[in-house]
């Protein structure tokens, strides 16, 4: 995948921020993984190290860069130790740019993950409407697929240099716009 843990918060990425909640300042989580910690599961762990530790369970906003082109915001939790520090504690982690929000609380049930582009170009839009869909539970497992699949082409697309108004990889010799992404919202 071509997000990752931005390097610095920069200013799109504070104002991502501030959309996703009122006045919300992100903070870095610095990486302590715990024995007991369990990859992709941050609720579980976070309990772990609250029940070991003390401190306290923090839910709020992963917040991720795709480099130049796109942000994304997945909710997840991370540890306060008794001092006010942050720390990313599930195994083989990373430093990570966290928002907290106060106003919502993982009880179970998935929250959707939230894009924002850094460009306008139908090739990335493209991309991030089909993540949007795939983030939808009532979506029927063939019609899933078809646009997963989809997806996963727009994205070595995108990784390889492709934009809106290039010419379309599907070598029509049109450009994008007017070509393939035209499908993409048919499917």
Same mark, same amino acid.
């Given at each position: 995948m071509p997000f990752r843990a931005p390097s610095h918060l920069t200013n799109p990425l504070r104002r991502f921020a501030r959309r996703l909640v009122d006045n919300g300042m992100p903070e870095v989580a610095a990486p302590l993984p715990l024995p007991d910690s369990i990859a992709g599961e941050? @609720?579980?762990?976070?309990?772990?190290?609250?029940?070991? %530790?003390?401190?306290?369970?923090?839910d709020g906003w992963c917040l991720e860069e795709w480099p130049g082109l796109a942000l994304?915001? /997945?909710?997840?939790?991370? @540890?306060? *130790?008794a001092q006010g520090r942050l720390w990313n504690v599930l195994p083989g982690g990373e430093a990570i740019a966290f928002l907290p929000d106060p106003k919502r609380r993982y009880e179970g049930v998935p929250v959707a993950e939230q894009l924002h582009? &850094? $460009? /306008? *170009?139908?090739? %990335?839009?493209?991309? &991030?409407?089909l993540s949007r869909e795939l983030s939808k539970p009532q979506m029927d497992d063939e019609r899933r $697929?078809?646009?997963?699949?989809?997806?996963?082409? %727009?994205e070595s697309w995108l990784e390889l240099g492709g934009r809106g108004d290039k010419p379309c990889p599907c070598n029509s010799g049109k450009r994008y716009r007017n070509c393939c992404s035209k499908r993409v919202r048919e499917n």
């Open positions: 941050p @609720w579980f762990s976070v309990g772990k190290a609250v029940e070991g %530790l003390g401190g306290e369970r923090v994304r915001a /997945r909710f997840s939790a991370c @540890w306060r *130790d582009a &850094l $460009e /306008r *170009d139908e090739l %990335l839009e493209d991309y &991030l409407w $697929e078809v646009r997963d699949a989809m997806r996963q082409r %727009l």
